[in-house]
């Protein structure tokens, strides 16, 4: 595992020139420079120098980070920001008495036996493809995550929707794909998690499939972590429908818009899908790669910046008068509802926030 010295010529190469204020979501709430990229930069070179102490006030501010990644896409350096803070926070926290308990509870014994008992007892039904060809055009394994585990809606409407295709889904026992264990700073429990998955992914599969984007975006940063790994290509499943001739028939008129995840690298794919959907009427809503404010732990520990930031985002989202907002990340439907909550506009009237999967599902599909 490395260690913050490692990245002492990374962190040096932050010319300190501030760019990444204007696209950081919580700088733009906060106006703190701590907030965002420089400054955690200055606060951690200080700590390699031996100048400042790796401590609880430090930690604040690498909580204060909702590792989006928007500083990283725009800085002139090109700065792995989040991979430094998330070996920082690692730093920071292990041995005190909180992260004592967060390693208990974010271990095989608690967490991954919570998974496994909704995997072997899901309380809905889980519905299993049928029809397969004995010879399919390919072999995908399907990563459905955790919240697909607790609660499988969205897995459910994208089995729907491939049984309808010559497209072989294979299922295996995953652990989390270690993003939530990342962002704790729990490297352990991190490295254990991919360690298990990377074993189960090897296997001659076309694809890796998922329908969550922070789980692809996970999945697919394995190989920063761990050298000579060979995964197959991770595709969105909403990238794959776009392969397919397919189309997908509304009953009646809707308007939609779209929400990208941070997480999501290519969103080429989305306007290729709803160019496949009748009945339908797409409008793009301003900022509409802006953060949702959750990411999981950010929102837990920072609830006031975060609800903020959602609630701008779903502002943006409302002005498009959508019946549908339609995204690809569990989290980010969660954040587009607590922005609905925060603006007290969460009726039956409010539009519906849905994962592309469940979107498609309601149509009437059509394979050519
Ligand atoms: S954009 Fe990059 S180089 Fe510029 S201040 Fe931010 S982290 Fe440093
Ligand atoms: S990862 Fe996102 S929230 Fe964190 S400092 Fe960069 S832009 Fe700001």
């Not at 076309?206 to 060979?230: E, G, Q, W």
């Not at 519906?352 to 149509?363: G, P, S």
């Given at each position: 595992?490395?260690?913050?010295?490692?990245?002492?010529?990374?962190?040096?190469?932050c010319?300190k020139?501030?760019?990444?204020?204007?696209?950081?979501?919580?700088?733009?709430?906060?106006?703190?420079?701590?907030?965002?990229?420089?400054?955690?930069?200055?606060?951690?070179?200080?700590?390699?120098?031996?100048?400042?102490?790796?401590?609880?006030?430090?930690?604040?501010?690498?909580?204060?980070?909702l590792?989006?990644?928007?500083?990283?896409?725009?800085?002139p350096?090109?700065?792995?920001?989040?991979?430094?803070?998330?070996?920082?926070?690692?730093?920071?926290?292990?041995?005190?008495?909180?992260?004592?308990?967060?390693?208990?509870?974010?271990?095989?014994?608690?967490?991954?036996?919570?998974?496994?008992?909704?995997?072997?007892?899901?309380?809905?039904?889980r519905?299993?493809?049928?029809?397969?060809?004995?010879?399919?055009?390919?072999?995908?394994?399907y990563?459905?995550?955790?919240?697909?585990?607790?609660?499988?809606?969205?897995?459910?409407?994208?089995?729907?929707?491939?049984?309808?295709?010559?497209?072989?889904?294979?299922?295996?026992?995953?652990?989390?794909?270690?993003?939530?264990?990342?962002?704790?700073?729990?490297?352990?429990?991190?490295?254990?998690?991919?360690?298990?998955?990377?074993?189960?992914?090897?296997g001659?599969?076309?694809?890796?499939?998922?329908?969550?984007?922070?789980?692809?975006?996970?999945?697919?940063?394995?190989?920063?972590?761990?050298?000579?790994?060979?995964?197959?290509?991770?595709?969105?499943?909403?990238?794959?429908?776009?392969?397919?001739?397919?189309?997908?028939?509304?009953?009646?008129?809707v308007?939609?818009?779209?929400?990208?995840?941070?997480?999501?690298?290519?969103?080429?794919?989305?306007?290729?899908?709803?160019?496949?959907?009748?009945?339908?009427?797409?409008?793009?809503?301003?900022?509409?790669?802006?953060?949702?404010?959750?990411?999981?732990?950010?929102?837990i520990?920072?609830?006031?910046?975060?609800?903020?930031?959602?609630?701008?985002?779903?502002?943006?989202?409302?002005?498009?008068?959508?019946?549908?907002?339609?995204?690809?990340?569990?989290?980010?439907?969660?954040?587009?509802?607590?922005?609905?909550?925060?603006?007290?506009?969460?009726?039956?009237?409010?539009?519906?926030?849905?994962?592309?999967?469940?979107?498609?599902?309601?149509?009437?599909?059509?394979?050519?």
């Amino acid at each position: 595992m490395k260690t913050l010295n490692d990245f002492k010529k990374e962190i040096n190469k932050c010319s300190k020139c501030g760019l990444c204020q204007s696209v950081c979501p919580v700088y733009k709430i906060t106006g703190n420079d701590c907030a965002v990229s420089r400054g955690k930069f200055v606060m951690l070179d200080g700590v390699l120098k031996g100048d400042l102490k790796l401590n609880k006030n430090i930690e604040k501010y690498l909580d204060l980070c909702l590792k989006c990644g928007k500083c990283k896409d725009f800085c002139p350096s090109n700065i792995d920001v989040c991979e430094i803070f998330n070996i920082a926070k690692y730093e920071c926290s292990k041995n005190t008495f909180h992260w004592k308990l967060l390693k208990f509870l974010e271990s095989k014994f608690v967490f991954g036996n919570v998974i496994h008992f909704f995997r072997k007892f899901p309380f809905t039904h889980r519905y299993k493809i049928i029809s397969q060809t004995s010879n399919p055009k390919l072999k995908v394994i399907y990563f459905k995550g955790c919240v697909n585990e607790v609660y499988p809606k969205v897995e459910n409407a994208l089995k729907k929707i491939f049984s309808n295709l010559d497209i072989e889904i294979i299922e295996k026992d995953f652990d989390c794909c270690g993003l939530p264990f990342l962002s704790s700073g729990n490297m352990e429990r991190y490295e254990q998690t991919a360690k298990h998955n990377i074993e189960l992914l090897n296997g001659g599969y076309d694809y890796v499939l998922t329908d969550c984007a922070s789980c692809a975006y996970t999945l697919s940063n394995y190989k920063k972590h761990f050298k000579n790994i060979n995964l197959p290509p991770i595709i969105n499943a909403g990238e794959l429908l776009a392969k397919e001739d397919m189309k997908f028939v509304f009953e009646k008129p809707v308007k939609i818009t779209f929400h990208k995840p941070c997480h999501l690298e290519n969103d080429d794919f989305i306007k290729l899908i709803f160019q496949k959907c009748e009945n339908i009427e797409y409008i793009e809503m301003e900022g509409y790669d802006d953060c949702c404010g959750f990411a999981g732990e950010f929102a837990i520990k920072n609830p006031k910046i975060s609800k903020e930031i959602s609630k701008k985002k779903i502002t943006n989202a409302l002005k498009t008068e959508a019946d549908y907002i339609i995204t690809t990340c569990p989290a980010c439907v969660m954040g587009l509802t607590q922005g609905l909550i925060t603006n007290k506009i969460f009726t039956k009237k409010s539009p519906k926030i849905l994962n592309l999967m469940e979107f498609l599902a309601n149509a009437k599909i059509i394979k050519s």
